[in-house]
């Protein structure tokens, strides 16, 4: 089993759309986590950190469930700009670990 | 915020030779940083961890003979990939954080390496 796992994608959604991204992590001592954007042949950058009482930034909102080791993320109202892989990163003791990937395209 | 600057962006080379890649914090100082891998449509895989003042800690599989890790001070870290062949052709990309949380890690602008 993977140590990080996510929704293989690729997502292609249009304008406007609500899309959510899921992933799951083994290592139930995980201390923190977070959601990356990258761009085509660009580095990641962060988006944002995942809380377990939840948090929204715009329009992202990052859930944890510890207790089901799973993570997700909403983005509402999608725009064209939008259009990334989005990777799940999990920290444990310093080390962090990546989710493959998931591709979203948003449509005009 | 935190920058890491790395370079160079892309570099082609021959095989069998070496190139090095240079990751700087620009403004913090990094006690650690993390070297990564990415092949085409594949996710980040984490080569090693440098931390400063001492030897790099390498993940199962990657050949510490042929990708030198050097960070002999707060804000540098090299990595070299000693006599590369086609397959090292890949985005290397580094990391850092500056010691003080886990509040996610700062990356390098990553340097795409083509060895023909």
């Known amino acids: 089993r993977k140590e990080v796992e996510q929704d293989p994608g690729p997502f292609n959604v249009p304008e406007g759309a609500t899309v959510a991204f899921n992933c799951t992590y083994s290592n139930s001592a995980s201390q923190s986590f977070f959601w990356y954007r990258q761009d085509c042949r660009k580095e990641p950058k962060l988006l944002m950190s995942v809380y377990s009482s939840g948090n929204e930034d715009g329009r992202f909102t990052a859930q944890l469930n510890r207790a089901s080791q799973y993570i997700s993320l909403l983005i509402r109202d999608s725009k064209l700009s939008d259009s990334a892989t989005y990777l799940c990163v999990v920290n444990f003791n310093n080390d962090m670990r990546f989710g493959a990937g998931t591709r979203l395209t948003v449509k005009p | 915020g935190a920058v890491v600057s790395q370079h160079p962006s892309w570099v082609i080379c021959k095989s069998g030779t070496s190139v090095k890649i240079e990751c700087r914090s620009l403004?913090?100082?990094?006690?650690?940083m993390f070297w990564y891998r990415q092949f085409p449509k594949q996710s980040l895989m984490l080569m090693a961890t440098s931390n400063e003042g001492s030897k790099a800690t390498y993940e199962q599989g990657v050949e510490k003979d042929k990708f030198l890790i050097n960070h002999a001070s707060l804000t540098l870290s090299t990595l070299t990939v000693t006599s590369a062949h086609p397959e090292d052709s890949s985005f290397y990309i580094c990391?850092?954080?500056?010691?003080?949380?886990?509040?996610?890690?700062?990356f390098g602008s990553g340097t795409r390496l083509t060895v023909v």
């Open positions: 990391s850092a954080r500056s010691g003080v949380s886990n509040y996610g890690y700062t």
């Open positions: 403004d913090f100082q990094a006690t650690t």
